[in-house]
C-alpha cells in the first residue's frame, strides 16, 4: 500500500526481526519476503540500515557465507537478545493496535 513509509518506520525493525526468526536469512530475500507481503515501498538499502542497526545493538547473530552467485554473504539468525526485543515488539505492537481499534470503533459508534 502506498504513502505508508512514515508509518512503518516505527514497526519495521520488529517486522524484520519476525523475518529472521522464521530461518537465517540475507538482505536480499528479507527485501523480497517484505515485498510479497504487501510492503512493496521498501528498498534494500532501508533493509540494509536496518539490519545494521539490529547488528550494532546485539540483536541478531551475523555469519559470513559464501554464495552461489557472487561474493560472500551475510547470513542474519536471532539471538536470546533479539527474542527478548521481538517479544517485546509484539507486546508493544498488541497495545497500539487494540488502543487505535478502539479509537476506530468508538468513531463508528459516534455515527
Do not use: C
Not at 525493525?13 to 530475500?29: C, D, N, P, W
Request: charged share 30%.
Amino acid at each position: 500500500m502506498n504513502g505508508t513509509t512514515e508509518m512503518l518506520k516505527g514497526v519495521l525493525e520488529g517486522v524484520i526481526l519476525e523475518i529472521i526468526k522464521r530461518h537465517e536469512t540475507y538482505g536480499y530475500e528479507i527485501t523480497n519476503n517484505l515485498q510479497e507481503y504487501g510492503f512493496e515501498d521498501i528498498v534494500e538499502g532501508t533493509v540494509y540500515t536496518i539490519l545494521l542497526r539490529l547488528e550494532k545493538k546485539s540483536l541478531v547473530t551475523v555469519t559470513k557465507k559464501k554464495s552461489t552467485v557472487g561474493p560472500m554473504r551475510k547470513f542474519y539468525s536471532l539471538n536470546e537478545a533479539g527474542e527478548k526485543e521481538l517479544d517485546l515488539f509484539w507486546q508493544r505492537w498488541t497495545f497500539i493496535s487494540g488502543q487505535i481499534e478502539r479509537l476506530k470503533e468508538e468513531k463508528k459508534n459516534e455515527k
